[in-house]
């Protein structure tokens, strides 16, 4: 008789160890304009692939794959895919709010030596799929946990990471060729860096500010703080 495998003892981290964790967090950003020309070495690109690979996934089904973009000509393909949809969000704000809006960079796309376009393959694992009986999605915000492994991953390899997300999904879908049952869940730029923003760019710009940990913190139900 086969017997289930026992877990190992948990490995405790050190201080140093946790606190490098939390700077790593504190520091990531997401990063539009600062990207430097240089290529990204493949051990590095590996290791940040692998970060995304070992994400918690719904029912272990693993359904990202990675679409790496080099190629100029694909990326100007997206670049004014993104140029359309923003033109079009701009229009969405209050008239008072659009200049600022316009001249915010809120793209990396031919800067960024490399894009990567993170997609969801939603029939990997079959038609049932444990942990994704009774909530679908499950499988987008595994692949959103991979993008965060990624985006941290890559901050720790001194590679700026830059998620856009002002897109038609259909436009997108056609220029990469995602067949039905594959999903686009984020189109990322990466690069090196040698400057970042020391808070959140948009909250830096005056767009919006961040909002204090404690005011978004309940407990037991819906009771926001103050109420």
Not at 11 to 25: G, P
Not at 147 to 152: A, G, I, R
Not at 168 to 183: M, Q, Y
Not at 206 to 216: A, E, F, I, K, V
């Amino acid at each position: 008789m086969l017997h289930p495998p026992a877990p190992a003892p948990a490995r405790v981290f050190s201080s140093a160890e946790r606190r490098a964790l939390y700077d790593v967090i504190a520091a990531r950003r997401d990063v539009r304009d600062e990207f430097l020309p240089d290529p990204i070495a493949p051990d590095r690109l590996r290791r940040i692939l692998e970060a995304g690979h070992a994400a918690p996934s719904v029912g272990h089904m693993q359904p990202w794959n990675f679409i790496l973009i080099r190629d100029p000509a694909q990326k100007h393909r997206i670049a004014s895919a993104f140029a359309a949809a923003n033109d079009e969000a701009a229009e969405m704000f209050p008239e008072e709010r659009q200049s600022t809006y316009r001249s915010l960079k809120l793209e990396g796309i031919r800067k960024a030596p490399l894009n990567i376009a993170v997609t969801c393959d939603r029939t990997r694992g079959g038609k049932v799929v444990l942990g994704r009986t009774h909530n679908r999605d499950m499988d987008l915000y595994s692949t959103v946990c991979a993008v965060q492994n990624m985006w941290l991953a890559a901050r720790a390899e001194g590679i700026g990471m830059g998620w856009v997300s002002i897109f038609r999904p259909d436009d997108l879908r056609a220029i990469l060729g995602l067949p039905d049952h594959v999903e686009i869940v984020a189109y990322l730029c990466l690069g090196h860096v040698s400057e970042l923003f020391d808070r959140p760019e948009l909250a830096a710009r005056g767009w919006r500010q961040t909002l204090p940990l404690d005011s978004l913190i309940m407990t037991d139900r819906w009771e926001p703080a103050g109420a």
